[in-house]
Each structure stands twice: as structure tokens, then as C-alpha cells.
């Protein structure tokens, strides 16, 4: 806090004030830190000291006219936060003087300790972590908003807020809980666009009002109706009855959390809060500060919270619900976490700051794409011991890799920071066959945001592929640096601020394709290929890991969202020499679908009319293909007569043969699942139509690749002969 005065210019005349503070012979009061502050009548600041020691001198400026000064000492606030009411607010003692110019002035302010702690200990420690609900590879995932400001409210205490109601209010409370309404809820739905709608443009962080003692309501409309039925209810409705006004406010009071819902939903207007803190996020999201809660004050306080983000010139609200009563933090309890979730499309993040339990000079291999390496057979710590020659690299719930495939990786700190170690190399090979082929597929990059001239840019930070001059030494990648040149990481796009290499695996496994009759054509090259991860020091060498205490570790969890703990690697036999190499099993075969007309006794339906004549007691055989070179497929098959399933065989899967057919009464298909209205027996000729659809396993380890998939559908009809 600067200790000049706010108009470094000043009138010409000026006037000493000497502010001598007495305070108790105590550690705690000569480490407090306090502070004299001098304020014009209308409460402008006019100068500002810290008290360290001894007196201090306050300079004010001296008009034409005598003017009456307020000199305030108390707890040492920023500049921007020096308001004489906030000061005041904080327990800070005020004395007035008359300045005129007539010489210096002097002013003694004995201060006990008690004041002193209390303004300690009036403190309310508040700390949250800002995230952003997105989807990330066709999954929810929820990631840090960095670099934005969080403005803490305390709305007025709930009796302030019923002593002021209005009498009109109060008649149409007594309405409301005489006869219980559905209150409606806060729009479900955020708003598009920057700026914030009429209730706001993140409607959905957690509804405080939904409490235990308001009968678990989990809405307004059970709330209200809860309210009808549980005992709280029931006094509040008899003083809504025959109480006075006053009666009835103190009811109300009494029975706050079973009221809250009703004031959120309609008298939500009547509440009003005031600006105690503001704060900024980190790279993680996190955010702290303090506010002044009052001397001794028994009351917990009630919060609301903002969050802001600079857009060119302009600061967005990227999350503040309304209504102010529905997203309230009642009775907040000092120091405890709260999280605050935002939808806005313009909310920055950075990439998640999930702990990693895994020592000193770590290396931790997280994932193919989004897929944990503890989900992979071969590769997990959970999966060693149902780990086979077969499923080794398949996922635990047996699917393949194919497309690109992108490894994330993380490393500690220490490696760029103490070790000299800055960079890294990615190959791949068959398994067990043939030299390493280093992962040249893509440039890997990481977004970074930084501000010029008050506006936002982004920029891309290059990881690799990296040679001379770039590097010490061809394909090298380099390890991400704590923080970027300048700003900070993000905003997260996934996959590219993920991944630490990508390799094409249709490269070497193209798959096979087929002809139209479901014969195959290629060969195929599929099978299990490892993955090498090698370190790097800053002048290009290989490093060995041993002497530098460095250990290579995978996850022994599947979800990575949270606190990622995690296993020697070494341990599961996925360390040789100085390099980490894992195992992902590779597919890139496509499924074939193929419906084949259906037959009656071996013949089928009339190739140019496609109608099948039967006769009762006939069998109908629907036939068809589902084919995956390798069985990663399932298939559904369907048949329709006109809009109703009459044959419905869900997610079956394929095999290796895919040969397949179902057999039913004919007679039979022309009266399942008739709509209302039609009688059994009453069509002599009804269409149909047969759907097939394969559906491919192989993922990328972001999402499954439904390319490979396919379908195929059959039309005929039947009719009596």
C-alpha cells in the first residue's frame, strides 16, 4: 500500500497532522498490521500511513475556510479499498479536527489490545476454485478458469432483509404459504452471448437453498410443496393466518431455511449485498482472500460471488447466477472451499491442475488420448493380473486403437528445473519387431494467452518435432516449461493441449476393405505396437535416469479428472534401460453390413416387386452379414413393419464368421406390435423393411471411431397368397 497522498500535486497550503498511537506492550499488537488514515468531510482520502513505530505525520490539504477533517486509525487496507465506511465497518476508531491552517495539529488514539484482535480475528478466510464445464473427446469435463477476477458479496442477513419488506409483500407472502403454489425455477439453461441476460449467463452452480431442514427440496416447486407438509410449515402457516405483521416477520425469521426457497423464486428483488473482497484466480483455478466478518459477530455470513474475465477492453461476467437469494452461500463458514461452475462460451481455462501422487523427478505416462493407461491390459496395474498374449493392449473392456493416436504425458518440475533434462522422444514399432520409428506425425503445440495493450492474445508454444537449430538434436520434443513466455497456459482445446506426440497408426495398419458381396481385400496389418518414451538432457544426450533419481510411472486410476495416484512403472515391467515402452493393441479394420433378401422355403422375395406370398404356417428367414475382420464390431439388427419393430436384436457381437439370419412365423410378422385400432389377421399384404448397423470398437482414446462402422437395410413385403 503506497503511503502518498491520493493527489501527489495538492493544493498549495497544507497542514500537518501528527497521529501518535498507544499501543499495549504485546507482540501481537506491534505485529498488527495498522494503519492512520485522513478523510474530508464528504470522505474523500486525503493521506494515508502505515504505523510501524511511533508517531506518524498525515499531510491534508488547508481551503479559504475552515474544514472539519476525519482522521481514522485501523486495519492497514489496500488504496482502493480505503473507504471511511469500510474502515469503520472493520471496527476502526474516528476522531474529527478542525483544519484551518493555524499551525500543526496533534492526536493521540490509545488502541487496547482487545481492539487490536479484533481486528485479527474479525477475519473471514474465503478460498474456491473457478471451473468451466465443457466437453472435452465427447466427455464432460470441468477445467480451471486462470486469470480472472472473483468478487466476494455479503448479502444483507436474512431478518435485515424480512424487517424491510414492504406491507404489499408481506400480504402476498401470507398467500403463498396459506395456499402453496409451484414457484418457478431458475431458467435451466445459460445464456448465449458475453454479456450477462436478465438471470445471468451461468444458472447452474449450486443451489444453496436446497437444505436438509427445507426437507431436502431439490427445486422450488418441492420446496414449496415440502413446506406445505413438514412441521416448520405448519407454525409459519398458522402465523400467516392470524399473526400481526410483526408476528409473522418474526416467523418468518424463526423458519428461514423453509422460507428461503419462496423469497429466492419471487421476492428475490429485496435482498441486497455489498462488495467485501476481490481476488483473481491462479493457473489452477484457486482463489483467497480475507474480508472483515465484525468484532465478535456471531452471525456467519451470507455470500455471493462474481467472476470476471478481460475481453479486449471490457471485463465479462462469465459467472453470476441470478437470482442473488437461489446461488447464495448461507451461513458460510470461514475457510471452507467452495466451487464455482461456469457454462460461459467465453470463459478462458487453463489445463487441469490434477495432483499427481508420485514422489520426486517423476515422469508419468497418463493416457492414450483420454483413456488411462490403467484401463489398458498390458500396461495397467489394475489389469496384471488378467493380462494375456491376446489382450495385451486392448483396452480393459476389449477394444483396440486406431486412427491417430495421441500419448499425454506429464513430468515434474524438477526435471526442466534441477536436472538439466528438457526433452523428450516418442517412437514406435511393431511389437517386438523391427528399429524404432520416431512419432513425426503432427507438430505438438500448447496454447498460451497474454495481453497486449489490455487485450487478450493467444498464442501457440511449440513442444516438437524439434531439430538443429531448434535443438541439440534431431526429433526431440521439448518438455512444457512451468509457464509460458509470457501469460499464462490456455485457453485448453482438446486434443491439442493434451498430447505429446501423435502417431498415425493407419500408417502401418491400414485395414482391409471389402467387396460388395462381404469378400475381403488387403491384408491385414493390425496387431500390438509399443510405444518408447526416452528423456533427453538440455544439449541433446540421452539421459540415464538412475544416477538423476528419475522414475517412470503410469496411473492406477481411471479417472484422471481428480488426484491422479500412480505406480512405478518399473514394477510392471514397462521400464528397459532408460526408456518406458508400452503396449496399445491396433485395429483400423472396417465392419461390413450386408442385408440379404429374406426367403420362404429357400426362396426369395420377388426380385422386381420384392414380395414374399405365403401361406399360414409359413417361416419367414431374415439373413444378413456383420462382419469385422478381427470380431472388434457389435451389430443391431431391426425389422420394421411400417413404424413398429416386429424383430429387434440389440448390439450382438459380430464375431468372426458374421454370418447370421432369425426365422419367424410369417403370419406372426403381420400381427406383432399392432397399433391401436387394427385388428390381428386383417392386413393380406403388409411392407417391411430390415435395418443393420455395425458398430465398430476401436477408439483413438478420445472417442470410438465410428467411421469404421456401417449399415445396410432391406425392403419387402408379404402377402397372403
Not at 434 to 447: A, F, Q, V
Not at 554 to 576: E, M
Request: aromatic share 10%.
Amino acid at each position: 500500500m503506497a503511503d502518498k497522498a491520493a493527489n501527489p500535486k495538492g493544493p498549495e497550503k497544507s497542514q500537518t497532522i501528527t497521529v501518535s498511537v498507544s499501543l499495549p506492550d504485546d507482540e501481537r499488537a506491534r505485529k498488527a498490521p495498522l494503519a492512520a488514515y485522513a478523510f474530508s468531510q464528504g470522505g474523500k482520502l486525503l493521506d494515508v500511513k502505515s504505523i510501524e513505530q511511533g508517531d506518524v505525520k498525515l499531510r491534508v490539504p488547508v481551503g479559504a475556510e475552515a474544514s472539519n477533517t476525519r482522521v481514522v486509525v485501523g486495519p492497514r487496507l489496500d488504496r482502493d479499498q480505503a473507504t471511511v465506511q469500510e474502515i469503520l465497518r472493520r471496527g476502526g476508531i474516528e476522531r474529527h479536527l478542525r483544519v484551518d491552517g493555524a499551525g500543526d495539529l496533534e492526536i493521540t488514539f490509545p488502541i487496547d489490545l482487545g481492539t487490536i484482535l479484533c481486528w485479527l480475528r474479525g477475519l473471514c478466510f474465503v478460498r474456491g476454485t473457478v471451473l468451466k464445464q465443457t466437453t472435452l473427446g465427447g466427455q464432460p469435463a470441468q477445467l480451471p478458469v486462470c486469470d480472472a477476477t472473483v468478487e466476494v458479496y455479503e448479502v444483507d442477513p436474512f431478518p435485515i432483509i424480512i424487517a424491510r419488506l414492504p406491507k404489499d409483500v408481506i400480504d402476498r407472502l401470507r398467500e403463498v404459504i396459506i395456499n402453496p403454489i409451484p414457484l418457478p425455477d431458475p431458467p435451466p439453461d445459460p445464456l448465449p452471448g458475453p454479456f450477462p441476460g436478465p438471470f445471468g449467463p451461468d444458472p447452474l452452480p449450486r443451489p444453496t437453498f436446497a437444505q436438509p431442514a427445507a426437507a431436502s427440496a431439490g427445486s422450488h416447486r418441492d420446496a414449496a410443496m415440502a413446506l406445505a407438509s413438514n412441521r416448520a410449515g405448519e407454525a409459519v402457516r398458522l402465523a400467516a393466518m392470524t399473526a400481526s405483521d410483526l408476528q409473522f416477520k418474526q416467523a418468518l425469521v424463526a423458519n428461514e431455511l423453509a422460507i428461503r426457497p419462496i423469497l429466492c423464486a419471487l421476492f428475490w428483488r429485496f435482498f441486497t449485498m455489498q462488495l467485501v473482497a476481490t481476488t483473481s484466480t491462479d493457473d489452477c483455478g484457486h482463489f483467497s482472500t480475507w474480508f472483515f466478518n465484525g468484532c465478535g459477530n456471531p452471525d456467519k455470513p451470507d455470500l455471493y460471488f462474481r467472476v470476471l474475465q478481460r475481453w479486449f477492453f471490457f471485463d465479462i461476467v462469465i459467472y453470476g447466477p441470478t437470482p442473488v437469494p437461489c446461488y447464495t452461500y448461507w451461513n458460510y463458514t470461514c475457510g471452507t472451499e467452495v466451487t464455482l461452475v461456469t457454462y460461459h462460451p467465453l470463459a478462458r481455462t487453463c489445463p487441469p491442475c490434477a495432483p499427481v501422487v508420485a514422489g520426486d523427478n517423476w515422469v508419468l505416462f497418463v493416457a492414450i488420448g483420454a483413456t488411462s493407461m490403467n484401463a489398458i491390459y498390458g500396461d495397467s496395474p489394475a489389469l496384471q493380473g488378467t493380462t494375456t498374449a491376446t489382450n495385451k493392449g486392448l483396452t480393459g473392456d476389449g477394444r483396440p486403437f486406431g486412427a491417430i493416436l495421441r500419448p499425454q504425458l506429464l513430468f515434474d518440475n524438477s526435471l526442466r528445473e534441477s536436472l538439466g533434462v528438457k526433452y523428450y522422444k516418442l517412437s514406435w514399432r511393431r511389437a517386438g519387431i523391427g528399429s524404432w520409428t520416431p512419432m513425426l506425425d503432427e507438430d505438438i503445440y500448447r496454447h498460451y494467452t497474454y495481453d497486449v495493450a489490455g487485450l487478450p492474445v493467444s498464442a501457440l508454444y511449440k513442444l516438437g518435432p524439434l531439430s538443429p537449430p531448434d535443438a541439440p538434436a534431431a526429433n526431440l520434443f521439448e518438455i512444457p516449461p512451468s509457464l509460458p513466455p509470457q501469460g499464462v497456459w490456455g485457453p485448453v482445446i482438446a486434443p491439442t493441449d493434451y498430447q505429446n506426440g501423435a502417431f498415425k497408426s493407419t500408417l502401418p495398419a491400414p485395414g482391409i476393405t471389402y467387396n460388395a458381396d462381404g469378400t475381403e481385400i488387403g491384408f491385414d496389418y493390425s496387431g500390438q505396437f509399443e510405444i518408447m518414451l526416452e528423456l533427453f538432457d538440455t544439449a541433446g544426450n540421452p539421459v540415464n535416469i538412475g544416477p538423476l533419481g528419475i522414475k517412470y510411472f503410469v496411473p492406477n486410476v481411471d479417472d484422471l479428472t481428480g488426484t491422479i495416484t500412480t505406480t512405478d512403472a518399473s514394477t510392471i515391467g514397462l521400464v528397459s534401460g532408460n526408456a518406458m515402452i508400452v503396449t496399445v493393441h491396433v485395429d483400423n479394420n472396417p465392419t461390413f453390413a450386408k442385408v440379404e433378401p429374406p426367403t420362404i422355403s429357400g426362396t426369395p422375395a420377388d426380385p422386381c416387386c420384392g414380395v414374399l406370398d405365403f401361406s399360414p404356417g409359413d417361416t419367414v428367414t431374415l439373413p444378413w452379414l456383420a462382419k469385422h475382420k478381427n470380431g472388434f464390431a457389435t451389430f443391431t439388427f431391426t425389422t420394421k413393419r411400417v413404424a413398429q419393430v416386429v424383430i429387434n436384436i440389440p448390439s450382438t457381437p459380430v464375431g468372426l464368421v458374421g454370418t447370421h439370419s432369425t426365422s419367424a412365423n410369417a403370419q406372426t410378422l403381420m400381427d406383432t406390435n399392432l397399433p391401436p385400432g387394427c385388428q390381428a389377421g386383417g392386413c393380406s399384404a403388409a411392407a417391411f423393411a430390415s435395418v443393420e448397423y455395425v458398430t465398430a470398437l476401436a477408439t483413438d482414446g478420445w472417442s470410438r471411431l465410428s467411421g469404421l462402422d456401417s449399415w445396410d437395410f432391406e425392403a419387402f413385403a408379404l402377402q397372403k397368397k
